[in-house]
Structures are given as C-alpha cells and as structure tokens.
C-alpha cells in the first residue's frame, strides 16, 4: 500500500535558520504530492504541492521538488520565522483519492 | 467567507452519549472527506462522499455513521461515544475524484470523559 515516512521531530531551531523537513513515500503509479501545516490549535492548511516528477511547488517561502528518482519531496525554508512554529505533513494523493499522511513534524523556531 | 466549516469547534461528552459533528463548504466541490486525527498527530481518512453517493469507507465502527444531505453537507454522527473515540476529526473538500487537491476545515475536538 501507499505510505509516507517524514522525519520525527521535534525540529528546533532559531530564527532565520535554515529549515529542512525529509520526506520520502511509497506508492503505486504517479501520486501527487502535497505539504500541509497545522499552527497550533488549528486546522491543516495546505501550505504547496506538485504534481508530476520534478514539479516544484512554492508558498511562503517554503518550496519542495518532487523526486520520482529518490521518491522524495522534501520541504525546505532559507529563513525561518518564529511564525513557522507549527507541524507540518508531507501527503500523497494515488489512485482511490484517500491522502495518505506522514506522521507529522513539529517545528519549533527560538527567536 | 469560510471555505470548509465544521460545528462543534469543541465538543466534551460522557461516555455512551451520542453526538454528530456537521460540515459545509461553500467551494461548489462534489466530494467530501472525514479524517480522523489522534493524539499522536496521526491523520487517517475514515470517510468520502461524491455527489452524496459514498465512495470510501475505511474501517471505522459502525457506530460512526456519516450522511449527506447534498453537496455542500457531510456530517458525522457517533453513536455510544468511547474514550477511544476521543480525537480531532477533520472535514475536507476536493473538487472531484481525481486526485484533485482536499480542502480541510478547522476541525471539531472531541473528548469523551
């Protein structure tokens, strides 16, 4: 079956920092590829996706490439906020139309 | 205006009570979701209706019972509520069925004493 696997935080860092999330997924066929962000006490926003190999998708500084390659889709900032704070789900979206998740990943950025 | 909507923001009930979660998004999407969101952060879709014809069913009680009304509504009634059950339940919306992007509402959290 599908499954998504992203790094275990919690990721702490200080402002302006450099931010790196992994993200890696198995699945059949071509799935999309999303990132969602959950600011405390709140719901999931989607924050970008991309669709097909080699696609990035951008917003708010935040940009992720998709990688058949490495079934990889990594989110990466140049400079965090104390803003950012939040956890964030790499997601894909096969066949059948049920995202499948990974466990989430908390930031935390000091200031 | 708000996409997807969700009531209860929060809802505290006893053990064995009965209680329904309502959702609407005013996006004109023919497809709605439920998620459910444990303590751990884990997201798991539960349920999706398309032009309120039900289209995926996970495994879930059958105490949990969704219903569409039309387009725009999916609700999600739990009958003999559990301690288990406590958890963050989300509403989604996609346009269609086509791995079309999803849409999530703020979510209703529920905790059963």
Redesign the interface.
């Known amino acids: 079956g599908n499954s998504v696997t992203q790094m275990e935080g919690p990721v702490t860092l200080s402002e302006e920092a450099f931010l790196t999330i992994n993200c890696t997924y198995t699945a059949t066929g071509y799935?999309?590829l999303?990132w969602?962000v959950?600011y405390p006490g709140?719901?999931?926003?989607?924050l970008l996706?991309a669709?097909k190999a080699d696609d990035k998708g951008s917003n708010k500084g935040f940009e992720a490439t998709y990688r058949k390659e490495t079934t990889s889709f990594h989110l990466e900032k140049g400079s965090v906020q104390v803003s950012d704070s939040a956890?964030y789900?790499c997601a894909l979206?096969?066949?059948?139309?049920?995202?499948t998740?990974g466990?989430?990943t908390r930031v935390l950025v000091k200031p | 205006d708000t996409a997807v909507s969700q009531t209860p923001k929060y809802l505290v009930t006893q053990m064995g009570n009965d209680k329904s979660i309502k959702c609407e998004q005013n996006l004109g999407h023919d497809?709605m979701?439920w998620?459910k969101q444990d303590s751990?952060?884990?997201?798991?879709?539960m349920f999706?209706y398309n032009n309120k014809e039900l289209?995926?069913n996970?495994t879930v009680p059958n105490r949990f019972s969704p219903k569409s009304p039309d387009k725009a509504h999916l609700n999600l009634h739990i009958n003999s509520l559990e301690l288990g059950d406590s958890a963050v339940y989300?509403c989604?919306s996609?346009q269609g069925?086509?791995?079309?992007?999803?849409?999530?509402?703020?979510?209703t959290r529920l905790l059963v004493l």
């Open positions: 799935p999309s999303f969602y959950q709140e719901g999931l926003q989607l996706k669709t956890v789900f979206l096969a066949a059948g139309n049920k995202l998740f466990g989430g | 497809t979701y998620y751990k952060k884990f997201l798991k879709i999706s289209i995926i996970e989300f989604a996609s069925v086509a791995r079309e992007t999803q849409y999530f509402g703020p979510g």
